[in-house]
C-alpha cells in the first residue's frame, strides 16, 4: 500500500473522529438548552372545574381548594369544595318539587318557596333583599345571609338555581361571618363559572 493512501486514510479517521466529538458536543449544548431552567415550568390550571354528569352542570373553583370526599349519606350532595374551616363551596340537586319549569318570568311565583328554604334554618338573617339572578343560563334567586353567632356563626351567599323540575343549590361559606366581604369577589367568580347546559 502506496504512504500517501496510508497517510489519506489516517486523515480520514481523524477528521470522521473530529466530526464525531463536534457531532456530540453539538448535541450535549441542544440538550441542555431543551433542559435549561430559564424555561418556564408547565403551568398548573388556576381552576378545577367539576361536572356533575347527571344534571349536567359544572363549575370551576380555584385550584388551591381542596375537593372534599362525597358523603353517601346525603346522595344530593354533589360537590364540597373548601379552603379550610372558614371559606367552602357546597353544590346541592335535588327535586325542586315544583309542578313546572322556573322561567324568568316565574322567578317572582317561586320567590316565597325560596325564602321559605331559608326561614327554615331559625338562625338565619339576612342582610338584604334576595336578588333575582340568572347563572349559567339557570334563573334562580340569591340570597346573602348570616347564621349562629361567635364561634358557631357564619355567612353564606347562597344561590337557589332552577333547571326543568331540578333545584340546584351553590351555597358559599364564610366564617366568621365578617369574613363574607372580603371573600364576596371570589364567590362572585365562581358563580360566574357556573354552566347549567354543560353536557
Known amino acids: 500500500m502506496p504512504a500517501g493512501d496510508e497517510v489519506n486514510r489516517k486523515l480520514l479517521v481523524v477528521v470522521v473522529a473530529a466530526a464525531?466529538?463536534?457531532?456530540?458536543l453539538a448535541g450535549?449544548?441542544?440538550?441542555?438548552?431543551l433542559l435549561s431552567?430559564?424555561?418556564?415550568?408547565?403551568r398548573r390550571a388556576d381552576v378545577v372545574r367539576f361536572k356533575d354528569p347527571v344534571a349536567k352542570v359544572s363549575i370551576a373553583y380555584p385550584a388551591s381548594w381542596t375537593r372534599l370526599p362525597d358523603r353517601p349519606q346525603e346522595?344530593?350532595?354533589?360537590?364540597?369544595a373548601?379552603?379550610?374551616?372558614?371559606?367552602?363551596?357546597?353544590?346541592?340537586i335535588s327535586p325542586s318539587g315544583l309542578d313546572g319549569?322556573?322561567?324568568?318570568?316565574?322567578?317572582?311565583?317561586?320567590?316565597?318557596?325560596?325564602?321559605?328554604?331559608?326561614?327554615a334554618d331559625p338562625r338565619a338573617k339576612q342582610l338584604a333583599d334576595p336578588v333575582a339572578v340568572v347563572a349559567g343560563g339557570?334563573?334562580?334567586?340569591?340570597?346573602?345571609?348570616?347564621?349562629g353567632s361567635g364561634d358557631s356563626g357564619g355567612a353564606h351567599d347562597h344561590y337557589f338555581l332552577f333547571k326543568d323540575k331540578q333545584l340546584i343549590q351553590l351555597v358559599f361559606q364564610a366564617v366568621p361571618a365578617e369574613r363574607l366581604a372580603t371573600l364576596a369577589p371570589v364567590f362572585d367568580s365562581i358563580a360566574a363559572s357556573f354552566r347549567g347546559r354543560d353536557a
Open 20 to 24: 464525531a466529538v463536534l457531532a456530540l
Open 28 to 33: 450535549a449544548a441542544v440538550g441542555r438548552n
Open 37 to 42: 431552567p430559564s424555561d418556564p415550568p408547565t
Open 75 to 80: 346522595p344530593d350532595l354533589a360537590l364540597l
Open 82 to 92: 373548601a379552603v379550610d374551616d372558614s371559606t367552602s363551596l357546597l353544590m346541592r
Open 101 to 119: 319549569g322556573v322561567t324568568v318570568r316565574t322567578l317572582p311565583v317561586v320567590r316565597g318557596f325560596t325564602d321559605d328554604l331559608v326561614k
Open 138 to 147: 339557570l334563573p334562580g334567586w340569591r340570597y346573602r345571609y348570616t347564621y
